[in-house]
């Protein structure tokens, strides 16, 4: 049996459609359920590409449960059992057409898309999925426009969609939908030179339409996305080598070459081969007009042919394992009678594919991207640039050559379509308000935080042993802070220490050498050598805030602090009252000799130091000082310092040492006037003025330094109220010692006294 075809043209416009399947069926007189045609040996229909008009046909082909299979882009609408249950689509599935699409805009870096979509099933059908797997991978709709078929709008929709390209920063735009909706308006962009703009469509939506497109064309860039099928070894030399002598009975490839090699012709329209080139072939004829590779609607009708075939052959095998029926003669068999076996056919076509009807079984394809070379003559070459394989793992279904697409004329770089430039490492991304999520704006990461990639959401912050960089894209290891011996500020404080520290011993030498001076006598030897002691020792404690803090010296620092100038101050305030009992006692009427001769002041420095070590010792047992590290007060430095701990115990510990400040400084004002020999008593009172003054402004200057500037801070003030205790009280006395040695004698002492 040798399987043959008829063709008939079926018009796009509504009122003419089923005009020629009605002849097909009923001859030329067109009656209705009537056939003047003796026999009719057609088994099957192929219909067009359009979904349209395959569902017009469909509807009359329904009557008589004809076979019919549809070749162009698998419909939604077709797809329904219920309305045309002989209706058999060829094309595979799309369901992995938006993630091929967003697959390919993420692998350019475009998020800023328009939507051009035609207002059918065909075309709204996609439009859910796009959006969905847009959003899921942060690709925005720049805008999205759906193009009706009513021919009385589109030219006002053409202007408004013309307006919003025009307008837009989107450079790509995704077009989809039957051609009979597409092809005014891609006719009508073809006039305008929209120079970069990236055209993604499905091979059906292809722009070769129109020679003068292809002129200006180049200023578009087309990718397409077609069904991927395995070629045809043999069709390409087989289309190179046909022509009309070989098959004298195709007027339509006969009427071909007459229009396209300017064959002439008589008026009985038999051509006359003779002014042909003798070697004419379809190969000649630019892409644009004769594609020589093998399309995918082509692919489909050479798997439709095949199908009917296989399902033919399977069903005559069928009937000739059946009994004969009737007279036992041979009966062509009905359409109708084909319907089980196409339903169940599956096969491998010559090149290899696997081929199924049923819609329910069919597999996801591979899509083929094809960009449009075009040239200035109008002509066409496509070229394969990339494949998408649903099956491939994630991350490796698309593959595509960058080099073999054709941007636009006279650049090669890729097309940008965003709608905010990338936020670079160290700046983070802030969504625009009332705009779409691909739109926002970059901002700096704040203090201490950083980020290493672009478009981040967030900044992230560097831990407390780092510190963001200036670039503010790299967390940097800390340098440790603190006041080491070997900086010059710890330098100039430890030589200080060590100065008045060994001042301090001088004079007590001196003292210790001239112990029986009058001068000395008279300011009691010993609270002298106890003051001068304590004094050594406030120089010496300020090393224990000098080097890198530890347990120890954390713990000391405070403490050591807190009881020699205990000591220092509870000594000062015993001279002082000492002081003042011996002027007391010396008065008539008093009773106070009883107090100085019975040494009733020394104990003062033993009851006060004690009461602070006790408040020491309270400190220590609750919450004592501890190492502690502030990564936040200097930026590239974490400062390692001792933590007070309980600052409740700490300003105890320093308002009893102020209280007793206070006092000394008190009693020794008021004893300011008293008529001493030696002015002890107004030394004793500038000497207290100066260390009150000391600590009173350390305070506020205390609070307002950060990291090693605040230890330098109390270092300075332990140094500078000391120096101030030794020079306002004892620098005098080694200036008579040394250098007035006259009045400290028994004549000079009465000398002053005379005087």
Request: net charge negative.
């Given at each position: 049996m040798t399987l043959g075809f008829d063709i008939y043209n079926v018009e796009f416009r509504a009122w003419s459609t089923l005009e020629n399947p009605f002849v097909w069926l009923s001859g030329q007189y067109k009656i209705p359920n009537f056939t003047c045609i003796r026999e009719i040996n057609s088994v099957a229909v192929l219909t067009g590409i359009s979904?349209?008009?395959s569902a017009q046909i469909g509807t009359l082909l329904e009557i008589y449960r004809f076979p019919q299979i549809t070749f162009g882009p698998l419909d939604p609408v077709l797809s329904e059992q219920s309305k045309f249950p002989s209706l058999y689509q060829m094309a595979p599935k799309d369901t992995s057409l938006a993630i091929a699409m967003v697959s390919l805009m993420l692998h350019f870096s475009w998020n800023w898309v328009g939507l051009l979509i035609s207002l059918d099933e065909n075309g709204l059908w996609i439009i859910p999925e796009l959006r969905e797997e847009m959003a899921k991978n942060r690709v925005c709709v720049a805008f999205e426009h759906v193009v009706s078929s009513n021919l009385l709008t589109q030219a006002l929709n053409f202007m408004i969609i013309h307006n919003q390209i025009t307008r837009s920063s989107a450079n790509v735009f995704i077009i989809y939908g039957?051609?009979?909706y597409l092809l005014n308006l891609r006719l009508y962009f073809g006039q305008f030179l929209m120079t970069g703009k990236v055209w993604l469509m499905t091979s059906q939506s292809d722009l070769s339409f129109s020679r003068r497109y292809f002129i200006l064309g180049s200023f578009h860039v087309p990718l397409m996305f077609s069904h991927h099928h395995s070629d045809i070894s043999w069709f390409k030399n087989y289309v190179r080598e046909v022509n009309p002598s070989k098959y004298p009975e195709d007027f339509y490839l006969a009427r071909l070459w007459v229009l396209s090699f300017n064959c002439s012709h008589s008026e009985s329209d038999c051509v006359t081969w003779e002014n042909c080139p003798q070697d004419a072939s379809l190969e000649w004829l630019p892409g644009h007009i004769f594609d020589m590779a093998m399309s995918e609607e082509s692919y489909n009708i050479y798997n439709a042919v095949y199908a009917v075939a296989h399902a033919l052959h399977k069903m005559l095998l069928h009937q000739t394992e059946m009994p004969l029926m009737g007279n036992g003669e041979g009966t062509v068999p009905s359409p109708a009678q084909l319907h089980p076996f196409l339903k169940k056919i599956q096969f491998h076509n010559p090149a290899g594919d696997k081929v199924i009807l049923n819609e329910k079984e069919k597999l996801d394809t591979d899509y083929d991207i094809v960009n449009n070379w075009n040239f200035p003559e109008g002509l066409e070459f496509k070229v394969k640039v990339g494949l998408f394989s649903p099956y491939a793992p994630q991350g490796h279904q698309l593959s595509i050559s960058e080099d073999m697409i054709e941007w636009t004329i006279g650049t090669?770089?890729?097309?940008?379509?965003?709608?905010?430039?990338?936020?670079?490492?160290g700046f983070r991304k802030s969504s625009q308000e009332e705009k779409a999520a691909c739109c926002f704006d970059c901002i700096p990461c704040p203090e201490n935080e950083i980020s290493n990639g672009t478009d981040m959401e967030q900044c992230v912050k560097c831990p407390d042993h780092l510190y963001a960089n200036s670039e503010r894209n790299q967390c940097v290891l800390r340098g440790e802070s603190f006041l080491a011996h070997g900086e010059p500020l710890g330098i100039a404080l430890a030589c200080i220490a060590l100065c008045l520290s060994a001042l301090t011993a001088v004079i007590l030498g001196v003292f210790v050498r001239?112990?029986?001076?009058?001068?000395?006598?008279?300011?009691?030897?010993?609270?002298?050598?106890?003051?001068?002691?304590?004094?050594?020792?406030?120089?010496?404690?300020s090393f224990l805030f000098i080097g890198r803090p530890n347990m120890v010296t954390c713990i000391l620092q405070q403490i050591a602090f807190a009881v020699v100038f205990t000591v220092a101050v509870s000594t000062v305030l015993t001279k002082t009252v000492t002081v003042v009992l011996a002027f007391k006692a010396t008065s008539p009427g008093k009773r106070m000799k009883w107090l100085l001769v019975s040494g009733a002041p020394k104990f003062i420095i033993p009851i006060c130091t004690l009461i602070q070590v006790?408040?020491?010792?309270?400190?220590?047992?609750?919450?004592?000082?501890?190492?502690?590290?502030d990564a936040h007060s200097e930026h590239g430095h974490v400062i390692i310092l001792c933590n007070k701990g309980s600052l409740t115990a700490f300003y105890c510990v320093l308002g009893y040492l102020g209280t007793l400040a206070l006092a000394s400084f008190t009693v020794a004002f008021l004893a300011r006037n008293l008529p001493d020999t030696f002015n002890e008593a107004k030394f004793l009172t500038?000497?207290?003025?100066?260390?009150?003054?000391?600590w009173l402004t350390?305070?506020?200057?205390?609070?307002?330094?950060?990291?090693?500037?605040?230890?330098?801070?109390?270092?300075?003030?332990i140094l500078a109220s000391s120096a101030g205790l030794l020079c306002c009280i004892f620098v005098p006395k080694c200036y008579i010692i040394l250098l007035k040695s006259n009045r400290n004698s028994l004549h000079g002492f009465r000398e002053k006294i005379h005087l």
């Open positions: 979904g349209i008009t039957d051609n009979e090669t770089e890729t097309p940008h379509s965003v709608c905010s430039e990338s936020c670079g490492s001239y112990q029986n001076t009058p001068i000395v006598k008279a300011n009691n030897r010993a609270l002298s050598y106890i003051l001068l002691i304590s004094l050594i020792f406030c120089f010496l404690c006790s408040l020491c010792g309270l400190w220590l047992g609750t919450s004592p000082p501890f190492i502690d590290t500038f000497s207290m003025m100066v260390f009150c003054s000391v350390f305070l506020p200057v205390y609070h307002s330094a950060k990291g090693k500037v605040m230890v330098a801070v109390e270092v300075f003030s």
